[in-house]
């Protein structure tokens, strides 16, 4: 069966260090994994996903994740905090090809201090 | 990218009454359109996935004759929920999908608050 987990409920970092955020997935094929972010009280965009391409994904606003398929892990990392990270962050796997059926982590809240 | 509006952004309403909350995709035709609920503090959790001109498939443990979902048209669902009660209160999230993508694409969400 397919599931995800993050293994962090709540990161907090300084503005301008290092952001890591970690998920670990369960799948029984190769999966689609995504990093969606969610704003209080908005809908969730995303910031990158997999799909059986590279395993470095690049997303938008300075993010990336590495799927490492030995560790069923797919970390999500920025180099250098910014206040408007600040957010709920989703790791999502997909459940099936069509990516019609997605299991949503648990979420981890990212505070970012000046 | 997709756009996918949902409207109202926020409704409150009293109990026994029925809202109804639309899902729209802006730029594109949505073969699919899925519902999402989201308690505070709590991830996402699927409610029901709807093909245009086809019943919707609810997910175990949701009431179909409570959250009513009709995908008229490539570009629009509705989901409503009728004799609303407090504890129907949540953030509710649409998404949209098309048949060429495996990716959804999120509505930024509908918070109703029942009293």
């Known amino acids: 069966a397919q599931s995800v987990t993050q293994l962090d409920s709540h990161v907090s970092v300084s503005e301008g260090t290092p952001v890591l955020l970690r998920c670990n997935y369960s799948s029984s094929y190769s999966p689609s994994l995504f990093w969606y972010v969610q704003h209080p009280n908005k809908g969730l965009q995303l910031l990158l996903k997999y799909t059986s391409a590279a395993t470095l994904v690049k997303g938008i606003n300075g993010f990336e994740a590495e799927f490492k398929k030995s560790e069923t892990s797919f970390h999500l990392t920025k180099p250098s905090a910014h206040m408007s990270d600040a957010a709920e962050y989703f790791c999502v796997v997909s459940l099936n090809q069509a990516g019609t059926a997605l299991i949503f982590g648990k979420g981890t809240t990212l505070s970012v201090s000046s | 990218g997709a756009v996918v509006s949902q409207h109202p952004s926020r409704v409150i309403c009293k109990s026994g009454t029925s809202v109804k909350i639309e899902c729209r995709s802006l730029?594109?035709?949505?073969?699919?359109m899925f519902w999402y609920r989201q308690f505070p503090k709590q991830s996402l959790m699927l409610m029901a996935t709807s093909n245009e001109g086809s019943k919707a498939t609810y997910e175990q443990g949701v009431e179909k004759d409570k959250f009513l979902i009709n995908h008229a048209s490539l570009t629009l669902s509705t989901l409503t929920v009728t004799s609303a009660h407090p504890e129907d209160s949540s953030f509710y999230i649409c998404?949209?999908?098309?048949?060429?993508?495996?990716?959804?694409?999120f509505g930024p969400g509908t918070r109703l608050t029942v009293l």
């Open positions: 730029d594109f035709q949505a073969t699919t």
């Open positions: 998404s949209a999908r098309t048949g060429s993508h495996n990716e959804q694409f």
